[in-house]
């Protein structure tokens, strides 16, 4: 088993993707670097943090991105994000299968702040249209940095999501909620906590994510390839249908992510958090 | 401006836009045809319930009244920053959301954002930015995030932030920046009734913004960028 | 301006006794904390020349033994390195720099 939260981005889109079939568009030797963090004193990166291009899926055309999280913590710049918009764009010109993201990100790069707030609204729009052309949009989430921010808003724009349990999906990272409403509100360093709130375990069994996989890029690829056909389309009454699945959710009360598997109907929600992942594909089967 | 005022100024005293909480909602009519308004105000912190009080507004539209178009008052404070929203998808209904105000676009509906007080992030990055056009007042704001947050999570210091915040476009949040970056179309200014209807009239469906920034010189990289990769061998 | 802190950038030339020759770029690492990237590319000539922007400031002494000793193992002429920096030690940048060289044999 090869740990897909330890490999890099490049290395996870080698093995995700049909071996040897990455074919880069802008690649790193292009140095298309950002033009806001040298003023911050920070170092760019050549590929300023995502790789893009056309890959195989079990013998299919696929486009692919995958963020790179140790980079800036894998947030959204001018570039990355105008990268992220030109293969989607390309996507609608050639129809691929599926277009693939291999997401790890905090949102929006503060760094660029108002740059990268513009350009994570133009992928999201850009998500949106590859996915009313009717070519699914499949992000898989496995990274320790998790997808917040305004990607996480993109992947729940997308039609498919994979998580293993060490991805997290959420808004807002739990050392800002902290910061605005005090460590009793979210305690950041409660691992624990973060994970049961925002991990993938709990994504799967709210039905966030749709698959729940191993920490092993095996898993990711298998996952990938089965949500080839996975197209969801936009409409009306699946609007309306989802209208009323997030409503429902407001006759919680409390944040205490046990006992909202609790009235979700899983047995034994105390025991989650120390389930592998077999253990709660089997609570929610 | 205030909400009130704003709505006054461009539909009469009589709009009927009504004010329940954080949210505003009305229909109201515009040069002779009917318009639906959706709002907030206060600055108001947008959780779960919000956003999908805002989803249901949208949908109400789409049902109710085919290719009336909308237009979203913005002033938020950016998202809720509570565990509660986070545990209960908070993601995921800006989500819906946004693509509640995607599928009226595509249905014909023409959407304006328009800030006319404050925005954060993901305060309306699915509601105004998702629009046709997110359009400001002069004197708004947008911003991504407050400086002493985003000092704690770049571990910049916070008066490098602020001294960035006064001159530099990346960071100013002036909404004369965001005209210049290509992320807000226009600024209202003088009659607001004519800037509405100089909005509802230019509304189209492509996502012009990076070209807009290009050609404005406030973000000069990102519409070559894309270019390059459509035109990549 | 006073308040704004600076890449360094760092540039060392050295000829090169291996030529080379053509090859598709090679890039090894990852701009993270305590890490570094390195881009290895084909130049004219027999020189090898490295280009270093860093945040960590103050160094130069020690990436010039570094770069040294790099090129003592591997003599590359005709390639260009390119790095980007945050602050990895010298053994961290000696490997990524073998690391690339290395993918040149392959």
Known sequence: MISYAECSARERLALVVDTGSFHEWLPPALKLTSPHLAQLGVPSSFDDGVAIGRALLA?????????????MGGGVGEVHGAKLVGLLRRALRERPRAVLLLAESGGVRLHEANAGLIAVSEVMRAVLDVRAAGIPVVVLIGGSGGCFGGMGIVARCADHIVMSDIGRLAMSGPEVIEASHGVEEFDSRDRALVWRTTGGKHRW?????????????????TAAISALGAVRPVTMESLEAEHARLSARLAFDGAEATALWSSLGVAGAERIPDLDVAGVLALGA | MDWQTLATQLFGAAHGIVRDGDFLQGEVEFDGEPLTVIGTTDHAPIGVQLALRQARAVLDTMARHPGRALLLLIDTQGQQLRRR??????????????????????????VIGLVYDQALSGGFITSGLIADACDALPEAEIRVMRLPAMARVTKLPESLLAELSESNPVFAPGVRNYVAMGGVRRLWQGDLA?????????????????????????????????????DAA | MSLQPGLETLDYTFTGTRPAGAFAPVLV?????????????????????IHIETSARGFGSIWAAVVRDFHQRHSLAGVQLSIHDMGATPAVVSLRLDQAARELQS
Do not use: K, W, Y
Request: net charge negative; hydrophobic share 45%.
């Open chain 3, 29 to 49: 690492g990852v701009v993270g904390s305590g890490n570094l990237e390195v881009l290895l590319e084909p130049a004219p000539g027999d020189d090898c020349s």
């Open chain 2, 194 to 230: 004519q800037a509405l209807r100089e909005a509802l009239a230019d509304a189209q469906p492509q996502d012009q913004r990076a070209e807009a920034g290009a050609a404005r010189g406030g973000r000069r990289l990102a519409a070559s960028v894309i270019q390059r990769v459509l």
């Open chain 2, 85 to 110: 929203d986070e545990l209960l998808g908070i993601n995921r209904a800006m989500a819906h959301l946004g693509m509640c105000i995607d599928l009226a676009r595509r249905r014909g509906h023409r």
């Open chain 1, 205 to 221: 069994l709210t039905g966030d994510c749709d698959v729940l996989v191993e920490d092993d890029v095996v898993a990711f690829r």
């Open chain 1, 59 to 71: 013998g299919q055309t696929v486009f692919v991105a995958a963020q790179e999280g140790q980079f």
